[in-house]
């Protein structure tokens, strides 16, 4: 396990090269003591990929600061278990999930800010809108929706792809979605769509490149997960 001042360096590093951009240290499969320690050299904002995980490192106490993001695919049955717990959910990848999530947030009397995920990549093995029609169909339903605030997208670079064309096919999904945010940003400026989530440890830099606002870094930070 990293020391602190490991981990500070590591963050300080990340945060020059990014800029501007919002650091989310991913920080699933990690225990509470290594998101302590991340915490106290400097990261702020959390994500992580399983409700099940959430629960249980951020059920309790925690520092007020400390914000946790919900990053990975949310089945709708679990919708009122991570609702309570968390301060953004980037992954609604339907208007129905997103009705179940604006349900949950009143139930527990917040407003709950949240992105949509576009599969920018078109590969059929990920979640996500698969259309500029289906994103703006979701938009102007979500009008009559009061306790969601949908504050823009989240996308990932493509992943089944050959290794020589990665870099150009990532530049090409990441500018799909920030050309995209650009088109609904016109069309329903009653929304304040300013955050593109676009970049992990292996692409975050072409995410800057491309106008992310905010990169979902993990093992660039703690290290190579170790799955049981």
């Given at each position: 396990?990293?020391?602190?001042?490991?981990?500070?360096?590591?963050?300080?590093?990340?945060?020059?090269?990014?800029?501007?951009?919002?650091?989310?240290?991913?920080?699933?499969?990690?225990?509470?003591?290594?998101?302590?320690?991340?915490?106290?050299?400097?990261?702020?904002?959390?994500?992580?990929?399983?409700?099940?995980?959430?629960?249980q490192k951020f059920s309790g106490?925690?520092?007020?600061?400390?914000?946790?993001?919900?990053?990975?695919?949310?089945?709708?049955?679990?919708?009122?278990?991570?609702?309570?717990?968390?301060?953004?959910?980037?992954?609604?990848?339907?208007?129905?999930?997103?009705?179940?999530?604006?349900?949950?947030?009143?139930?527990?009397?917040?407003?709950l800010e949240v992105l949509l995920?576009?599969?920018?990549?078109?590969?059929?093995?990920?979640?996500?809108?698969?259309?500029?029609?289906?994103?703006?169909?979701?938009?102007e339903k979500a009008k009559e929706?009061?306790?969601?605030?949908?504050?823009?997208?989240?996308?990932?670079?493509?992943?089944?792809?050959?290794?020589?064309?990665?870099?150009?096919?990532?530049?090409?999904?990441?500018?799909?979605?920030?050309?995209?945010?650009?088109?609904?940003?016109?069309?329903?400026?009653?929304?304040?769509?300013?955050?593109?989530?676009?970049?992990?440890?292996?692409?975050?830099?072409?995410?800057?490149?491309?106008?992310?606002?905010?990169?979902?870094?993990?093992?660039?930070?703690?290290?190579?997960?170790?799955?049981?």
């Amino acid at each position: 396990m990293r020391t602190e001042a490991e981990y500070r360096q590591i963050i300080l590093d990340i945060k020059k090269k990014i800029g501007r951009a919002e650091l989310v240290s991913v920080s699933k499969t990690r225990s509470w003591e290594e998101i302590l320690l991340s915490y106290q050299a400097g990261a702020r904002v959390f994500g992580e990929n399983h409700v099940q995980e959430i629960v249980q490192k951020f059920s309790g106490e925690r520092p007020k600061d400390m914000k946790v993001h919900m990053i990975g695919h949310l089945q709708s049955n679990k919708v009122n278990k991570v609702v309570p717990l968390v301060d953004m959910i980037q992954s609604v990848d339907s208007f129905s999930l997103l009705e179940k999530i604006d349900r949950a947030a009143r139930e527990c009397g917040k407003k709950l800010e949240v992105l949509l995920e576009v599969n920018s990549s078109g590969e059929e093995s990920k979640s996500g809108f698969g259309s500029e029609e289906e994103v703006f169909d979701c938009l102007e339903k979500a009008k009559e929706l009061e306790h969601v605030a949908i504050r823009g997208f989240m996308t990932m670079g493509p992943v089944n792809c050959p290794v020589e064309e990665k870099d150009r096919l990532t530049h090409m999904a990441f500018a799909k979605t920030r050309l995209l945010s650009i088109k609904c940003q016109k069309h329903f400026p009653l929304y304040d769509l300013d955050v593109l989530s676009m970049g992990m440890s292996g692409d975050y830099l072409i995410g800057v490149e491309e106008g992310s606002t905010m990169v979902r870094i993990g093992t660039a930070i703690y290290g190579e997960r170790y799955y049981a």
